[in-house]
């Protein structure tokens, strides 16, 4: 099952990954500018959308992926020029966290990994270093060309204009949510067994010698780090909660800390370098156990708050604010949840965590749920209070109804268009060269349509 599943999620992850496409093919089929364009690049991205298609390639696909490559490669170029930089530190958190995410499909089994890859973490890390480098960089330039464009009310009123009625689109029913997470509160017992249990930690590695990253591996609670020693690599001011950051900072290079205390719970943190405002660190992790007395606690907690926002006494905005989890996304949006798909407060059904769905299945609008327990992706616990705040029947798109989801069609219509028009005006001064096997192909063809040609 996991070979089914890694390459497609390498796909999401890195732009190539194929390794041993990259080991057989190694010829350079386009130049844009000093920027080039592999047959190894081109044939891991036709292996990856073949295997999710079944082994079929839409018609022209090869074509379509090889225009994407040189648009990522003029963007890439451009960016040079232009002086944009990706720090060292960003391509390093992110082939972490993107590592990361891989290792979590395979269970954490590091041996797996590197058994698949036939390469360690470290090499494989290496292999993509520059690959990720480059999506940044392109990143980055898409985002500097397209800074700044909007559309107008009047603008959105002409596009859904354009639209034929017989091919507006058809809207499912959609709720917007609000929600009051809370954070179970740690007792002092259990408090106080983890810090002492960090302090004989500190012990062993300071006192009795044993290696900080092998004690990290056996005992720490942050999974992610644990399996690579506690290593957080490098990181600037304001990446980390401000507790931890504030110990980090005041250390010397290879200096251990006395316990830490964050919002994930205790840590004990070494630093291992400084350059300029960056830190390289590792730390272990302790975190207190929650009880089923601290559980109860705090479903009692959220029932009183229920019963305050029932009868009028506060308002959920105020709720969110006294009471609520500050380190979620609704909390600085008074509570209402935003749908990651979209990147707007509707949600589908479909959309919805299933504990979710069931909790407002009955609901009507403006009323409150019983709080609930759930887990996030770290595994914290915490509980849930609901307010079901709108609800829409099924629908034929309208501006009235449907503003919002219009108004981002329309800008990305706008920014598709400007993007087209900028990578026509960039490639006239960009030194362009396409291998004569290509140049069949009509995306391709455009490229060498008044370039910068040989």
């Known amino acids: 099952m996991i070979k089914k599943v890694i390459p497609g999620l390498v796909a999401l992850i890195f732009t190539t990954g194929l390794f041993a496409q990259r080991e057989v093919i190694e010829k350079i089929i386009a130049n844009v500018g000093n920027e080039f364009v592999l047959?190894?690049?081109?044939?891991?991205?036709?292996?990856?959308?073949?295997?999710?298609?079944?082994?079929?390639?839409?018609?022209?696909?090869?074509?379509?992926?090889?225009?994407?490559?040189?648009?990522?490669?003029?963007?890439?170029?451009?960016?040079?020029?232009?002086?944009?930089?990706?720090?060292?530190?960003?391509?390093?958190?992110?082939?972490?966290?993107?590592?990361?995410?891989?290792?979590?499909?395979?269970?954490?089994?590091?041996?797996?990994?590197?058994?698949?890859?036939?390469?360690?973490?470290?090499?494989?890390?290496?292999?993509?270093?520059?690959?990720?480098?480059?999506?940044?960089?392109?990143?980055r330039m898409r985002s500097k060309v397209m800074e700044g464009i909007s559309v107008t009310p009047s603008e959105v009123k002409a596009f859904f204009k354009k639209i034929p009625r017989d091919s507006l689109p058809y809207f499912n029913s959609e709720v917007e949510i609000g929600e009051i997470v809370y954070k179970p509160q740690v007792n002092e017992t259990e408090r106080r067994k983890a810090i002492e249990k960090l302090e004989a930690l500190r012990k062993r590695i300071v006192e009795g010698g044993e290696a900080f990253e092998e004690v990290a591996k056996k005992y720490s609670d942050d999974f992610a780090s644990a399996r690579i020693g506690g290593d957080l690599g490098w990181t600037k001011r304001g990446k980390f909660v401000p507790a931890f950051e504030a110990a980090a900072y005041k250390l010397d290079e290879n200096e251990i800390s006395q316990v830490v205390e964050s919002e994930f719970g205790f840590h004990l943190i070494q630093l291992l370098g400084r350059r300029g405002n960056s830190i390289s660190t590792r730390h272990i992790l302790v975190k207190p156990e929650i009880t089923d007395a601290d559980l109860d606690l705090a479903s009692t907690k959220l029932d009183s708050v229920q019963q305050l926002l029932l009868t009028d006494s506060l308002t959920f905005s105020k709720a969110v604010k006294t009471y609520g989890y500050d380190q979620v996304q609704s909390y600085n949006n008074d509570g209402k949840m935003i749908n990651p798909a979209s990147g707007n407060s509707f949600f589908e059904i479909g959309d919805l965590d299933p504990a979710i769905y069931f909790t407002i299945d009955t609901m009507q609008v403006g009323s409150f749920s019983q709080p609930f327990y759930f887990t996030d992706q770290r595994g914290e616990k915490f509980f849930r209070l609901i307010q079901l705040q709108s609800r829409s029947e099924p629908h034929v798109a309208s501006l009235e109804k449907d503003y919002s989801k219009i108004q981002a069609a329309a800008i990305d219509e706008k920014r598709s268009a400007f993007i087209s028009e900028w990578i026509e005006q960039t490639v006239l001064s960009t030194y362009i060269r396409i291998d004569q096997g290509y140049l069949g192909c009509p995306d391709v063809e455009k490229w060498l349509e008044g370039a910068n040609k040989p």
Request: charged letters at 30%; glycine letters at 8%; a negative charge.
């Open 39 to 139: 047959l190894s690049e081109l044939e891991e991205q036709v292996a990856l959308v073949s295997e999710k298609q079944g082994g079929k390639l839409p018609p022209g696909a090869r074509c379509i992926m090889l225009d994407n490559l040189l648009t990522q490669k003029l963007m890439v170029n451009q960016a040079k020029i232009d002086s944009i930089e990706v720090k060292d530190e960003e391509v390093e958190a992110q082939l972490n966290a993107r590592i990361e995410q891989i290792l979590d499909y395979m269970g954490g089994d590091v041996s797996q990994f590197e058994e698949y890859y036939g390469q360690s973490i470290g090499e494989v890390k290496e292999s993509f270093r520059e690959d990720l480098r480059g999506q940044l960089l392109a990143e």
